[in-house]
């Protein structure tokens, strides 16, 4: 499987501030995705980040509050825009696989933000 | 409705037993299905793929029943570093994963 990088790691943000997640994966990926796990959540899909056009959202989630790039085929971006306490949560970017029974993914560590 | 559900659990068991758990799903187009495991802060990693024959890893067995829309996870002899998150998971055409909110196991020495 892929090895995918996260940056940052964690983070402690003000409330109003904006942070850039970036997803690093180590060979060419067709999809990637963005998800966010809630404390005590299962994970929820944000977006799937296309290359070389807008990513593409899920109910409840708009590319004002979370653009996304994706510049390459190894390479994206997630923003998490005028932060507000609800918005802590980890985030995690994910790539497709495969393991000869679908469409598997694999997920990058995670960053977990804090928004005071 | 969710269109995964688990059984949150926990489900405390020692080492060596055996420990059984469901979930279901409501998206009757769902294709695959896994189970990921995830530990605390950690990132979900998957464990296995489910096939509509049932499958074996080891002493991990799962199984898919599409008529009644659920699919189980065995696990056999339970070792203290199988204490984990069981995440199921279904995926549609489209790629996309839905996720249940996990199942917690718990083996004891």
């Known amino acids: 499987s892929a090895v995918i990088s996260q940056k940052p790691s964690r983070d402690i943000c003000q409330r109003g501030t904006s942070l850039t997640i970036q997803c690093q994966v180590d060979?060419?990926?067709?999809?990637m995705f963005w998800y966010r796990q809630q404390p005590g959540q299962s994970l929820t899909l944000i977006a799937t980040?296309?290359?070389?056009?807008?990513?593409?959202?899920e109910s409840g989630f708009v590319i004002d509050k979370f653009p996304i790039s994706r510049p390459n085929l190894t390479f994206s971006t997630l923003t998490v825009s005028n932060m507000s306490p609800e918005d802590s949560s980890i985030y995690l970017c994910?790539?497709?696989?495969?393991?000869?029974?679908?469409?598997?993914?694999?997920f990058g560590p995670g960053t977990r933000l804090t928004v005071l | 409705r969710k269109e995964v559900e688990q059984d949150p659990g926990p489900f405390n068991v020692p080492e060596g037993a055996t420990v059984a758990f469901n979930c279901t799903y409501s998206?009757?187009?769902?294709?695959?299905f896994f189970w990921y495991r995830q530990d605390c802060r950690k990132e979900p990693k998957l464990l296995m793929s489910?096939?509509?024959s049932g499958n074996e890893d080891g002493r991990f067995t799962a199984q898919l029943n599409r008529a009644s829309q659920y699919i189980s996870l065995l696990i056999r002899d339970s070792k203290l570093s199988d204490s984990a998150t069981y995440l199921c998971?279904?995926?549609?055409?489209?790629?996309?994963?839905?996720f249940g909110a996990g199942t917690t196991v718990t083996v004891r020495a």
């Open positions: 994910s790539v497709d696989g495969t393991s000869g029974g679908g469409d598997t993914q694999y």
């Open positions: 060979s060419q990926v067709t999809m």
């Open positions: 980040a296309n290359q070389g056009s807008e990513a593409t959202y």
């Open positions: 998206n009757s187009a769902s294709q695959s």
């Open positions: 489910v096939y509509s």
């Open positions: 998971v279904a995926s549609s055409n489209d790629y996309k994963l839905s």
